[in-house]
């Protein structure tokens, strides 16, 4: 397997162009159109965008679990640094290589945790075949470990509660026990995907404060997918705007906070309800239109149609590219020189 | 558990009431009646059929005749039959035990065929096996029983000869692989129909269960294939199955009836049939009693065994 030509020495994961398509009856479904990531160890980066904008799609396919009909592609190159520190490309790796990285090297959590266990197997059980599967220990320390993982993400008399099954459990709790599943191998990644949007706001900041400490004490790095903002300020470390299947802006946290440069960003930041009391309130204002259809991007930049800066003959011609603002910024419009002059409204 | 034991029992007797009482007046609703033997004896004369419906107890009203049914059928005194004077229980007791061989035997042969068929055509959806699994279904769905029943005897039977075309047994012969081998054409008729609704409705709890989140986590923990079928998939989608499966039972039983009469199988349902032909009141209605405890017995096995297979269903 030929090493990348250009991964970044301090990359645990590089993404390179990746695209996701399938045909539906309607066409061609565009669901992720050369994304381009990297992921430094330790690190947090957040996906943020609209539904449908590719956050889910990208995880599921560094993941290799997108749904699979026929006539889906997954092209591009996901490279995975080893635990030997040479790089290895999941979407080149046999179907038995990939399912040995799963759960190992990269582990996921996702959105719903209600629904994200197995209501018949206990608690202990969904942990211990974990372990079990990629360290080959037996059931009893599988088992074993399995309480420790529960303490480890503050569920309230670990042991007991191994031999529990999922709907006894409380949303949050269920989806601390989502955590220690993904954590029960020691993975070098951890793919969130919109780990807290079910939850009730108090649950959301507990997770997110456990994800945080556990972060720290294990040294994992993080791609946090959400759409909501104030997540993305409490916990990225870098953030990657997504819209239409594309990257259309790329900062750190706090440069993406104070200096956001695409148009869609700024929109984006602007329908955040703020808390705020007395004073006038002031209106929200929400994007005009919604998300383009897959099946049918527009030729030019897939944000024009809704964009206020939008010009004709070069927005809706012109595909742009990601262009460098400052070292670690990336932005894909045509105007941004224009409106970084003062005039970015 | 208790409170859900006994609601479910004082549900059943009511069930089994009702059963007895729209019995009880269908049969006697229906044209002719058990004198209708009587009537062909040389030389027999209105008087005397007069004095036997007397004795029978045939000339009184039919709520009084019900009442004295069913107060005798509680003490456990089900009648004798008309036709041979056995007591009811008697006559039941010794065509059960064939009917039971039939019915186990085409039960395990459509659940195992059936789990094979509905977890394959899921996994392989829209491949060859499943359109001919589906088309089979609907065909096995379309075929009459006793059709089929008589298919097989043509051709197992009477062409190739390498099946008994009826019977228990070979007279002269009772060994374990005669009995054996005269239950192979009737197993497989009565199971036709139950392994094509068996495998439909797995296929489809398959499907369901497999587009689940947890079955998403499975393969994200890095669960080998095998394990996410065997263990998170096929475990998830039998649970709906436990209560078609109380569902057949009925479906059984009257499969029973008609695949008995075509292989000569002297078991309940060929007796039941008999019965009704001479009009033999008390067996007919001792059969329906049985056959009715044995539905509501079945469904409430379903329920415990649904109870105890999925942790999140509690009886109360």
């Not at chain 1, 997108?66 to 592609?73: A, I, L």
């Not at chain 2, 035990?97 to 395990?108: A, N, Q, W």
């Not at chain 2, 065997?230 to 039998?238: D, K, Q």
Request: glycine content about 8%; overall charge neutral.
């Amino acid at each position: 397997m030929t090493p990348p030509p250009r991964m970044d020495p301090d990359a645990l994961l590089q993404v390179e162009d990746l695209s996701v398509r399938f045909r539906s009856d309607t066409g061609v479904v565009s669901a992720l159109n050369g994304v381009t990531l990297a992921v430094r160890p330790g690190e947090t980066v957040a996906l943020v965008g609209e539904s449908g904008s590719g956050k889910s799609v990208t995880s599921l396919a560094i993941m290799r679990l997108t749904p699979s009909p026929p006539g889906c592609e997954v092209g591009g190159r996901v490279w995975l640094r080893g635990t030997d520190g040479r790089p290895v490309d999941l979407l080149a790796l046999p179907g038995e290589a990939m399912r040995k990285v799963r759960g190992d090297r990269i582990a996921m959590i996702f959105q719903e945790p209600m629904t994200s266990l197995n209501p018949v197997l206990t608690i202990g059980e969904q942990i211990a075949e974990a372990i079990a599967v990629h360290r080959g220990t037996s059931r009893a320390s599988a088992w074993n470990a399995a309480g420790e993982l529960l303490e480890l993400v503050g569920i309230p008399e670990p042991r007991a509660r191994l031999a529990t099954y999922p709907h006894h459990l409380s949303g949050g709790m269920r989806q601390r026990v989502m955590i220690a599943i993904a954590l029960s191998c020691d993975p070098a990644l951890l793919i969130a995907d919109e780990p807290t949007t079910a939850l009730d706001v108090t649950v959301q900041a507990q997770i997110l404060d456990l994800l945080r400490r556990l972060q720290k004490r294990t040294g994992m790095a993080v791609i946090f997918i959400t759409h909501n903002l104030g997540v993305v300020a409490e916990i990225a470390d870098r953030v990657m705007v997504m819209y239409a299947g594309r990257i259309v802006e790329e900062a750190a946290m706090r440069t993406l906070f104070q200096a956001p440069r695409m148009p869609y960003t700024v929109k984006l930041m602007r329908s955040v309800p703020r808390l705020q009391i007395g004073g006038e309130r002031v209106a929200l204002e929400a994007i005009p239109g919604s998300v383009p259809d897959p099946t049918n991007l527009p030729p030019g930049c897939a944000f024009a149609p809704r964009c206020s800066h939008a010009m004709e003959g070069t927005c809706d011609v012109v595909g742009p590219d990601l262009e460098e603002v400052q070292p670690g910024h990336f932005v894909r419009c045509v105007r941004w020189r224009e409106l970084a002059g003062g005039t970015a409204r | 558990m208790i409170r859900f034991l006994l609601r479910r029992l004082a549900q059943s007797l009511l069930l089994l009431w009702l059963v007895s009482v729209i019995g009880f007046a269908v049969l006697h609703l229906a044209p002719g009646g058990p004198l209708a033997e009587f009537t062909l004896i040389p030389g027999m004369t209105t008087a005397q059929l007069k004095l036997i419906a007397h004795q029978m107890g045939l000339d009184r009203p039919l709520p009084v005749q019900y009442w004295e049914w069913f107060r005798r059928m509680l003490v456990g005194n089900w009648g004798r039959s008309y036709r041979d004077s056995q007591p009811v229980l008697d006559v039941i007791a010794s065509h059960l035990g064939p009917t039971l061989e039939l019915m186990v035997s085409s039960t395990i042969i459509a659940i195992l065929l059936g789990t094979w068929v509905g977890v394959l055509g899921a996994i392989r959806r829209y491949s060859v096996f499943d359109y001919l699994a589906t088309v089979g279904a609907m065909i096995a769905l379309s075929i009459p029983t006793f059709w089929f029943g008589l298919v097989v005897i043509y051709i197992f039977s009477v062409e190739l000869a390498w099946l008994p075309a009826g019977n228990l047994y070979t007279i002269g012969n009772g060994s374990f692989v005669d009995y054996a081998v005269h239950l192979i054409s009737p197993s497989i008729v009565l199971a036709l129909v139950t392994i094509a609704i068996w495998s439909r409705y797995l296929r489809a709890s398959m499907l369901e269960v497999v587009n689940q989140d947890y079955i998403r986590t499975a393969r994200a923990k890095g669960m080998p294939e095998r394990t996410i079928l065997f263990r998170h998939t096929i475990r998830n989608a039998l649970l709906p199955m436990i209560t078609i499966a109380g569902l057949q039972l009925p479906t059984l039983l009257s499969g029973a009836l008609v695949t008995e009469t075509v292989f000569t199988w002297p078991g309940m349902g060929r007796l039941f049939l008999d019965s009704i032909g001479y009009r033999d009141y008390p067996v007919v209605m001792g059969i329906l009693m049985f056959s009715a405890v044995l539905v509501l017995l079945g469904n409430l096995i379903a329920d415990l065994l649904y109870a105890a297979a999925d942790p999140r269903i509690r009886l109360d």
